[in-house]
């Protein structure tokens, strides 16, 4: 036998670091989105639940039953070999808690693998994350960091996220770096995973007397900033950073690796290729083919994005800015991390 949990009793038992969480659908809708944290072990591949699919469309339950556990039973011990891998409790879920969960805790009962069951599956818990976010109240005052592209400052929050700093890093969650290049080597997140990482994130730092974050746009890649941490942006305390050139085009080159990725890299410059004086943008794209990658950032920082920052719309009250000038990346963290409260999460 198997026992339900509701999505605040998993996440309680989760955070005392009692339970392993199991997606149990297929590797697709895994990679689309999941409950954080969740390790896959599908009861189908995409393959064989498209096969199932296919079936059931067209000669119905009872046939693509039947063939369900054909697929399944040829690969039994090695599915339940997975599970008796996983260390302590266990809690496993699919889509609306439906079949496949049933079923796979089922299996385990018979082999003496208790697990518990996610009540409503993934379904119920992008509910539960929807309606908690409508309702959110961000009680605390953030930190907003601001400079120029290039002064690093997704890799400083990120730092200060390790030290224990309680950090929302957006970019992360969206798993973009907020601009036209910001998915150069990255698979951009989706709004579901955007909305469960970031609320996760806030649960965790509640009891946290401030957060950390970036000042980023609205949307981020192909996700969406909710109201109140935009409103969190603007009461903020600002934090300006500064760096010099030489060091900013360092970092630009070696976050964004474009030697790896030039056709990515040329695809979004002729993007923004038309919004930039012809001469310049020549001379870029030719430095981008050419491999002169820190010629070409040095232009873009200085023909584009130096300009869009100092007139775009990502204004704050200077009053209560506290600037941080530095000369390198470790000046940079020391700088900021200084500016902060000593209190840490």
């Known amino acids: 036998m198997f026992q339900d949990l509701t999505v605040p009793e998993l996440r309680d038992m989760r955070d005392r670091k009692e339970l392993t969480i199991v997606d149990v659908r297929s590797p697709s809708e895994f990679a689309d989105a999941t409950i954080p944290g969740s390790v896959n072990i599908p009861f189908f591949d995409d393959a ?100 120029n592209t290039g002064t690093g400052k997704t890799a400083i929050l990120r730092q200060l996220a390790e030290e224990g700093y309680p950090v929302l890093d957006l970019e992360g969650f969206a798993c973009h ?28 730092f509640e009891r946290a007397p401030y957060v950390i974050m970036e000042a980023e746009s609205r949307r981020i890649g192909k996700c969406t900033m909710p109201q109140f941490l935009m409103d969190a942006k603007e009461s903020g305390v600002p934090i300006r950073l500064e760096l010099p050139m030489p060091a900013r085009v360092r970092h630009i080159v070696q976050d964004y690796r474009p030697a790896e990725h030039k056709e990515a890299c040329l695809h979004a410059f002729k993007i923004i290729k038309p919004r930039m004086h012809t001469p310049v943008a020549k001379e870029i794209q030719q430095s981008i083919e050419q491999d002169r990658f820190d010629v070409a950032a040095e232009l873009l920082l200085e023909h584009y994005y130096d300009p869009r920052y100092e007139h775009g719309a990502d204004r704050y009250d200077q009053e209560r800015e506290r600037l941080v000038r530095a000369r390198t990346e470790q000046e940079a963290l020391d700088g900021v991390r200084a500016a902060l409260p000593d209190v840490q999460a």
């Open 177 to 204: 770096r907020g601009s036209i290049f910001g998915d150069v080597g990255l698979r951009g997140s989706n709004q579901k995973t955007f909305d469960a990482e970031l609320l996760e994130t806030l649960l965790r």
């Open 48 to 147: 064989e639940r498209a096969e199932i699919g296919t079936l059931y469309k067209q000669r119905g339950m009872a046939e693509a039953k039947r063939r369900g556990l054909e697929l399944m039973s040829a690969k039994l011990p090695a599915f339940i070999a997975e599970f008796a891998a996983l260390p302590g409790k266990i809690a496993l879920f699919c889509w609306r808690g439906g079949g496949r969960s049933r079923t796979t805790a089922t299996l385990l009962g018979l082999m003496d693998i208790h697990c518990y069951r996610v009540a409503g599956g993934y379904r119920e818990y992008r509910r539960w994350v929807v309606e908690t976010l409508e309702t959110y109240r961000l009680d605390k005052p953030a930190y907003v960091l601001h400079g």
